[in-house]
């Protein structure tokens, strides 16, 4: 993955064949046209724990219309750092009972979510180029 600079307070990360774009809110200092890393921080953990619930109610031919998650956070108030993550599961009438405790089951695989339980070590070294 590599991260260019494109302009501004712009920062964009470049893998495979995809480009994912950030910025800054304009209270930050940035034109708040791309949503800020952290956003897409979250948003990862959402649609992470979102396709897990998706394929487990496509795989029983559950009604997905009126499926949806609701991620939300709480701030430490000292360090201003989220200390809890809750993402509700909202389903239809349609909805069997019997797969309740098994979908928040099949939520909780996410490996995203996985990876914040048991985080890997982040390394940053330094490199300057002779051009």
């Given amino acids: 993955m590599d991260i260019s600079f494109p302009e501004g307070q ?3 990360a470049n893998f495979d064949d995809f480009e994912i774009k950030t910025d800054q809110s304009v209270y930050s200092g940035g034109s708040g046209e791309e949503p800020d890393p952290f956003s897409l921080f979250l948003s ?22 009126s499926l949806k998650l609701v991620l939300k956070t709480k701030e430490n108030e000292k360090t201003g750092l989220v200390e809890k993550i809750n993402i509700t599961i909202h ?31 982040v390394n940053l070294d330094f490199a300057q180029d002779d051009e």
């Fill in 91 to 121: 389903v239809g009438k349609e909805f069997p009972q019997k797969y309740k405790n098994a979908v928040l089951k099949v939520a909780s695989l996410c490996t995203v979510k996985k990876h914040l339980e048991n985080p890997p070590k």
């Fill in 10 to 12: 712009k920062v964009n």
């Fill in 44 to 65: 990862s953990i959402g649609t992470c724990t979102g396709i897990y619930v998706l394929r487990f109610c496509q795989k029983r031919n559950i009604p997905t219309d």
